[in-house]
């Protein structure tokens, strides 16, 4: 959910590019420079973003709010979709997910670490939830590209489909 913001940001950027007028290229590097920036907290990044676009101004930050707006509705719908999906799991799944959203919710650690966190939460379940925990992602999200032929997914991979 959390990469989806950025993705926007990348569109919005791109789409108001032309209105940027002749610091276009000052801008865009600023742009990158905060996604590039692994350092940067979720948080960090987010207010960056804001911060980036309240600079810019005029049509950017306008449509840069208003996606932000849509993406918060979509990430309530999203959740409570979500808490129907793992309403069916065992108690020992759905602990799993509550650690797994707490650490999605978590804005003060960086992608990265919300990566690994999720990922070693995910590594250290029982096969059994594991198991179960890919069935209803499966089931949420649809098989996906990572399941794919075409995909990367593989038995080593399993683990970052869980930080979707
Ligand atoms: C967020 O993550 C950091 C680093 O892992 C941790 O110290 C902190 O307690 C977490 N905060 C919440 C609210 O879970």
Do not use: W, Y
């Not at 973003?49 to 950017?60: M, Y």
């Amino acid at each position: 959910m959390f990469k989806s913001i950025f993705a926007i940001a990348f569109v919005v950027a791109v789409s108001a590019g032309p209105m940027m007028g002749g610091t276009c290229d000052a801008q865009k590097q600023q742009l990158q420079a905060i996604f590039k920036d692994d350092s940067l907290t979720k948080q960090q990044m987010k207010d960056n973003l804001k911060t980036f676009f309240d600079g810019v101004g005029g049509d950017a930050a306008t449509k840069f709010n208003e996606m932000q707006t849509k993406m918060e509705s979509m990430k309530t719908e999203m959740e409570s979709k979500m808490s129907e999906a793992t309403s069916k799991l065992s108690d020992a799944a759905k602990q799993i997910t509550t650690q797994m959203k707490a650490i999605h919710d978590n804005m003060s650690i960086t992608p990265a670490q919300e990566r690994e966190q999720i990922k070693a939460l995910f590594d250290g379940a029982p096969e059994a939830v594991k198991t179960e925990l890919k069935s209803a992602k499966d089931q949420f999200m649809g098989p996906g590209p990572m399941g794919g032929p075409h995909g990367h997914g593989g038995p080593h991979h399993h683990a970052t489909t869980a930080s979707a």
